[in-house]
């Protein structure tokens, strides 16, 4: 199963937006795509998720883009306690039921003050 | 609500020797994944678990198994263990495992392998 690709790291400064890019350019029409991000000596936790249109909730927006080969996550305003690795994940759909997350290798975000 | 536990927190063992896992899910999740996290290769799927059966698998050797009991807490057991199944373990539990659902992971178990 093909993996998505993110840049290895990126900066942000406090209080400013930022934009976390993914490419998923193999992507099947049923994948969706999910974000999840880890802080250090902790599990993955879930930020957003879609299939074809933009979405919000309260953690970030996801737009997704119209061949849906690629994606962005957007903070509006980073704070110190979102830097972390964000993994930008293919949730895969298996034989009609269930499904899986795929990994890519994520983005470490630091974020200034 | 209580969040996904598992126990133990690390553990350290030689190799050839086996070892079991376990996970708790959120009350009321009845789908419980597996994830294998190494530095060389991240995050990668194991196996997941429905209704007290294996639903999917990933690309992992037969040493790793896994079941469910009648609660929706999960075992996963590595026989014959090598260096390389040196990592973090982490469980994670939805409500439906589905493509469309968010999972919520457990804090992991560190496995060291002598």
């Known amino acids: 199963d093909a993996k998505t690709t993110q840049p290895n790291s990126m900066e942000s400064n406090e209080e400013e937006p930022v934009h976390l890019p993914c490419n998923h350019s193999t992507i099947s029409g049923t994948d969706y795509i999910h974000w999840y991000r880890q802080l250090p000596s902790q599990g993955p936790e879930y930020v957003i998720h879609g299939l074809t249109s933009n979405v919000n909730n309260r953690m970030a927006s996801l737009a997704i883009a119209e061949d849906r080969k690629s994606s962005t996550l957007i903070l509006h305003r980073a704070t110190l306690r979102d830097a972390a690795v964000y993994y930008c994940i293919r949730a895969i759909m298996i034989y009609n039921q269930g499904g899986k997350l795929i990994f890519g290798q994520g983005t470490e975000l630091s974020v200034k003050p | 609500k209580a969040g996904v536990t598992q126990t133990p927190r690390y553990l350290i063992k030689t190799r050839g020797q086996q070892v079991t896992l376990s996970c708790s899910p959120i009350?009321?999740?009845?789908?419980v994944s597996w994830y294998q996290q190494t530095p060389g290769q991240g995050l990668q799927f194991l196996f997941e678990y429905f209704s007290e059966t294996q639903r999917n698998k990933g690309n992992f050797p037969g040493r790793f198994s896994g079941r469910q009991f009648s609660n929706s807490r999960s075992e996963m057991n590595v026989s014959t263990l090598e260096l390389g199944d040196s990592a973090l373990y982490l469980c994670?539990?939805?409500?439906?495992?589905?493509?469309?659902?968010?999972?919520?992971f457990g804090p992991g178990t560190r496995l060291t392998v002598t």
């Open positions: 009350s009321g999740h009845r789908s």
């Open positions: 994670a539990s939805s409500l439906d495992g589905g493509r469309n659902y968010e999972q919520y």
